[in-house]
């Protein structure tokens, strides 16, 4: 099969939870088929990420937009109100990029374009061939929960905008599809009130379980971590109030806890938390695996966001005990007390922490049920396998 794939960015390096997900379904697709990659330059190490991604087969074609993408400006919302676009999709609506895209549908035979997110579905109506969305959330659940969180007027007036802009690109533009992906049965609910049942499919999210594996020989005591782009707000919200409202219930029974937040780009205030005792904040790191290895727990204290987390995915293949909020563990089917511990409000939070840093044997046990069940359900490799079925069957079907 030969696949053009649009991409709003590079994906890689494996840094933010798209990234990740991306680049393992790339690496599983072009294992068994010709891979094209349209993708916007936004980073400078996006030439790396190109050089990566061609070690796997994969043509690559890069739109320059030198070298970072606009900030969101007058003009850009002007356009998005016009065309009733979310803004976050109206950045992405650029010339270059689809102009690129009908000069390969032109000059490739292709036989399916695979869409990642509304920031590439927009141009769907370039090109007449069998077509997949995919959707790493539901965008508008995480507009709504920051409407939600949000008392600012103007930031709830703004979040609610685009919570309505989102779910109209969800009645309207999603029943276009052929196909549209979902990771989680719960985003899948959201897109089947818009689509034919049968035009929806769930691609979860995956982990290499060869490259994350138990390792506990630099496990630190009484280490916590928390994992993620520290310039989301949804990222910043969550260190925020573990750092305020969680953690010193800890420290009054584990006094020599420590917090680590890991992840580039920190906001002012996230970096303000490292001034807190027992906090530390490393910004971006090279390699995230020591830094699961040294957690004792792992903690997802997320209120906004849709989708499921990869974070959990691989901290469950490093053999680590999790303790998460609802919000966090969403979408992924895991036995709350067995395979994680869930937890929404600030005490039983630090209470499930604190039992799993002083009682080596839960941890443990908690650690290797949860390796367990991302061997069953979310090795990479059958999930490549099942996106893998889902392009044959609608390039056959066309």
């Not at 088929?33 to 087969?57: H, I, M």
């Not at 009484?222 to 925020?240: K, R």
């Not at 089917?333 to 630090?350: H, R, S």
């Not at 039992?355 to 999930?383: K, M, P």
Request: glycine share 6%; charged share 20%.
């Amino acid at each position: 099969m030969k696949i053009l794939f649009l991409s709003p960015t590079v994906p890689f390096p494996l840094t933010d939870g798209g990234r990740i997900r991306v680049f393992n379904l790339l690496k599983q697709i072009a294992a068994k088929s010709e891979v094209t990659l349209l993708a916007l330059e936004t980073q400078p190490t996006d030439a790396e990420g190109v050089t990566e991604l061609q070690q796997l087969g994969i043509q690559v074609h890069l739109v320059p937009n030198a070298p970072t993408l606009p900030r969101v400006s007058l003009g850009t919302l002007a356009n998005a109100f016009r065309k009733r676009q979310p803004i976050t999709v109206a950045r992405y609506d650029l010339l270059a990029y689809r102009q690129k895209f009908r000069e390969l549908v032109a000059s490739g035979d292709f036989d399916l374009v695979h869409y990642e997110m509304f920031h590439t579905a927009q141009f769907h109506t370039e090109v007449d061939l069998p077509s997949v969305l995919s959707q790493q959330n539901v965008d508008s659940a995480i507009w709504r929960r920051l409407c939600d969180e949000t008392a600012n007027p103007f930031y709830k007036f703004a979040y609610w905008t685009q919570q309505l802009a989102f779910q109209r690109y969800e009645r309207v533009l999603s029943p276009k599809f052929d196909a549209v992906t979902c990771t989680s049965d719960i985003d899948a609910a959201v897109f089947q009130r818009h689509c034919a049942e049968d035009n929806i499919e769930i691609i979860p999210n995956g982990v290499d379980i060869t490259h994350y594996q138990p390792d506990f020989t630099s496990e630190a005591p009484a280490h916590l971590i928390y994992i993620g782009s520290m310039d989301w707000y949804p990222n910043e919200d969550a260190v925020a109030f573990f750092a305020d409202e969680v953690l010193p219930n800890i420290q009054g029974k584990v006094p020599d806890v420590q917090f680590s937040i890991v992840g580039g780009n920190p906001s002012a205030r996230v970096q303000k938390l490292a001034e807190r005792e027992g906090v530390v904040v490393t910004g971006r790191v090279p390699e995230i695996k020591p830094y699961f290895a040294e957690a004792t727990v792992f903690v997802v204290p997320l209120r906004i966001g849709s989708g499921t987390r990869l974070k959990i995915l691989e901290a469950l293949a490093m053999g680590k005990a999790i303790v998460s909020t609802s919000v966090g563990a969403e979408g992924l089917a895991l036995k709350d007390g067995e395979e994680i511990f869930i937890a929404d409000e600030p005490t039983a939070f630090a209470d499930a922490v604190t039992r799993l840093l002083t009682d080596v044997s839960l941890r443990h046990s908690i650690g290797e049920n949860g390796r367990a069940r991302v061997e069953q359900d979310y090795d990479w490799r059958s999930i490549g396998e099942k996106l893998h079925t889902l392009y044959a069957s609608l390039i056959k079907a066309n």
